[in-house]
């Protein structure tokens, strides 16, 4: 195991340091109050993704195809958006493309304007296996701000 206050690879102990109780290595546990003495394999994470999963998403140009559907059924943004229960705010900033549709309302959009809006797009692939053991430490976590 690694130790979670330096990052060195023989974390052996588990150290009561400041309250914490921290897994650490000999030199980092006189830092505190040994609690235990613990004999653990390193234990390897292994992700392996590479199913492509299709994903959805808004096609581009979106705001156009919407405005000129609607002037086409000629409706005005008020009267699409009580018709589809949506705020016109909310259409005249999706027209303006100030807004991107959520996958819900651009569905929604499609199916009360007869338009194509969503298409489906692969997602490639990600293999993220590694060989490595695979732990964090306190210094990984920190955020450090500049002054």
């Known amino acids: 195991m690694q130790c979670e206050v330096?990052?060195?690879?023989?974390?052996?102990?588990k150290a009561n340091i400041e309250g914490t109780v921290l897994t650490c290595c000999q030199k980092c546990s006189k830092l505190g109050k040994q609690v235990s003495n613990i004999q653990q394999?390193?234990?390897?994470?292994?992700?392996?993704?590479?199913?492509?999963?299709?994903?959805?998403?808004?096609?581009?140009?979106?705001?156009?195809?919407?405005?000129?559907?609607?002037?086409?059924c000629g409706l005005s943004q008020s009267e699409i958006s009580e018709k589809i229960n949506e705020r016109e705010s909310l259409i005249q900033r999706i027209e303006s493309e100030k807004a991107l549709p959520s996958i819900?309302?651009?569905?929604?959009?499609?199916?009360?304007?007869?338009?194509?809006?969503?298409?489906?797009?692969?997602?490639s692939k990600v293999n993220l296996a590694s060989d490595k053991p695979f732990s964090?430490?306190?210094?990984?976590?920190?955020?450090?701000?500049?002054r």
Not at 136 to 146: A, E, F, N, Q
Request: hydrophobic share 40%; net charge positive.
């Open 41 to 72: 394999k390193n234990i390897v994470l292994k992700k392996s993704i590479t199913k492509e999963e299709p994903a959805e998403e808004v096609i581009e140009d979106y705001g156009h195809y919407i405005k000129t559907a609607r002037e086409k």
């Open 136 to 146: 964090l430490t306190i210094g990984d976590s920190v955020r450090v701000r500049k």
């Open 6 to 13: 330096c990052g060195a690879k023989e974390a052996i102990f």
């Open 104 to 123: 819900a309302l651009a569905k929604k959009l499609e199916r009360f304007l007869g338009i194509k809006l969503v298409e489906i797009v692969q997602a």
